[in-house]
């Protein structure tokens, strides 16, 4: 069935940009250092916190990736909602504390695992970099899918009309814009999967006219018959994973006033995913009992909302849908450049920026950041795919160095760069047999059990770190310092 593009759309979403925009002009008279414009001060309560962390999981990962994977797979679209509500939940056990140190990136904060060392820090750096510019990259061709299937505009066009849409508040405004519009954006989420979800229920006639492209067996319990059991978990295990090691995660831990502010907002936020997990499962399954013959999975809430509905109702849900890749889009941008500000130019440079102009030279870089990120965009067909394939290859093995050198004082920086390489390198071969493949699933288990074999293997035959964790603290905090981020006053507010 082909789309009817109506121009009332185009118009829905410029109005709302425009909303955004408004916000970033207002929360710009706050900004005044560069802790301010990267981490929002520092500051960020329980409310805010869990708004902002909450929008960006049911980002484009959920509104295109898991009603796509609903389309064809059933009740297994909510295993993606399952990992998401995992990997928030294990990130609060285990990473919530380190809030009190004060850290600024996700580079740093595995660098003090191991001794404050350079090399780590710089490969890590390097890493999530790529990565986040990457995530990025997927979010606006995540909104240039819904934008063209919604208007019929070019599909180049919409890349750069949805890149240029959050850009524009997010360079304005800092991450503060970022929170408060990703507060906005996260309650539209909300209300427009649920009123879609249960919408479309109701056009079926009830539970009873779901139906998904893996039959009935997609039908059963998470759809575990239809997918197999370890294909299942693994993919609900890379989402997990992909949480626990995505920077932008963590640079939620280091925003929050203080360590109880995250512990309370990611109980709530792993509560309420959690529940969300059924809704995009029911979408992507009444699209495909509505019409089995979309040209792609992407367009199943696309669809639902422009050609079963009404044109009022399909406004306000294009806006729910574009929400989702802007909520996830511009946390992503905001992440990179303070990674690019705080490790990368001191590792190429040997210095830190100047403090005084770390507003100007935060904003330059986010400009940078978005052209590079449109860029690999122009050039990409896939959302879903990137996204399980990146966790695999990038994450996996970050994860486990970050574990690994937290949890056990004799790992080693060498370790823990064992585990990075060995992670990513698993992933690959893993992905090159279509046999191995296709009994996994995912790499992702293959790459954790490898790289914490690499990161225990080589931290026994490699000498302990002679770095204290308090010398460790103490050089970073220096360093931090330089740029006005992260002193020791500001470490963890009462």
Sequence with gaps: MDVTPHPVYLGVFIGFVILMLVVGILIARRTKTGEDFLLAGRNLTTPLLLATTLATLVGTGSSLGAVGFGYENGWAGALYGIGGATGVLLLMLLFAGVRKHGFMTYSEEVSFYYGADRKVKGLVAVVLLLASVGWLGAHIMGGSIYLTYLTGIDIDLAKVIVALGFGIYTVVGGYLAVVITDAIQGTLLFLGFTGLAVLAVVTLGGFSGLDAASGEE???????EAMGTLPAVSFAAVIAVGVLATPSFRQRIYSARNTQVVRRSFL?????FAAFAVMPALVGMAAYSLNPDLASPDMAFPYLATEVFPLAVGAFLLVAGLSATMSSGDSDAVTAVTILLRDVVQMVTGRMPKKEKMVLYSRVS?????VLALAGALIADTVIGYITTMISTI???????SVLGRFWS????????????????????VQANATWSEFWGSPVFPSLAVATAACVLVSLITPRSQVSEQ????????????????????ADAP
């Design 410 to 429: 004799r790992s080693t920086w060498q370790g823990g760069m064992a585990a990075i390489v060995a992670g990513s390198a698993t992933s690959l071969i």
């Design 218 to 224: 997609a039908m059963g319990f998470l759809g575990l």
């Design 366 to 370: 986010l400009v940078c950041v978005l």
């Design 395 to 401: 994450l996996a093995g970050l994860f486990v160095a």
């Design 268 to 272: 709530w936020v792993a509560g309420l």
């Design 471 to 490: 010398e460790a603290l103490d050089q970073l905090a220096a360093e931090r310092a330089q740029i006005d981020v992260g002193t020791t006053v500001r």
